[in-house]
């Protein structure tokens, strides 16, 4: 069921000139990305501008603006977000003492993680099939803990297991749009990950 927008807020702004209309639209999409801990459905943000108003050349232009400034806006998953450009993350380190959100990954952490990225959905039995051992519940419960996967779909085999897929988080915190962004096989052998 759609949300109806807040009743005292006037969407459409028909008392303002056009670029003065346009101008407040961008600045409410703004407020709405910077108090959002969460990628922002492009639904959400429709509720806060006129009916013919076109969120995504909003965004553009909101984009266009804070192009000099230290943040910008990603398109993450099916929503939209404010985040830190990368450029300014030793600072944000440096500042919050080792930096409290920071991921804490170990190197098999990691490994595991891009496996199920590049696999989903994945059992555990098809992750022990990749790494040739048994995958701790300890080190998916870390990943799950740091909403970088969940459970998926359960699989249509004989007990019918969970699979693991990655989150919008995973997508955040890897900087992408959607799981497109994934480099291909001949990105990965290019760069030493793999054998091309």
Not at 17 to 28: A, G, T, V
Request: no cysteine; proline share 7%; charged share 25%.
């Amino acid at each position: 069921m759609a949300r109806r927008p807040h009743p005292g807020l006037d969407r459409e702004l028909d008392d303002l000139p056009p670029e003065l209309r346009w101008r407040e639209w961008m600045r409410r999409i703004e407020a709405v990305l910077f108090a959002s801990a969460a990628p922002v459905p492009r639904e959400d943000l429709a509720r806060v501008v006129g009916q013919g108003a076109s969120v995504d050349l909003l965004i553009e232009d909101l984009a266009a603006g804070l192009a000099d400034r230290p943040y910008e806006i990603a398109r993450v998953g099916a929503g939209w977000l404010l985040r830190t450009r990368p450029a300014y993350a030793p600072a944000i380190l440096a500042a919050t003492d080792a930096g409290g959100q920071a991921l804490h990954l170990g190197e098999s952490d990691l490994a595991v993680l891009a496996a199920i990225a590049f696999h989903q959905p994945i059992t555990r039995d098809g992750l022990k099939e990749i790494f040739g051992k048994e995958i701790s519940r300890d080190l998916i419960g870390r990943l799950v803990e740091q909403e970088l996967i969940t459970t998926g779909p359960r699989a249509p085999q004989r007990g019918a297991p969970y699979t693991f897929v990655t989150t919008e988080g995973f997508l955040a915190a890897f900087g992408m749009e959607s799981l497109r962004d994934l480099p291909d096989a001949e990105q990965l052998a290019d760069a030493g990950v793999t054998r091309g």
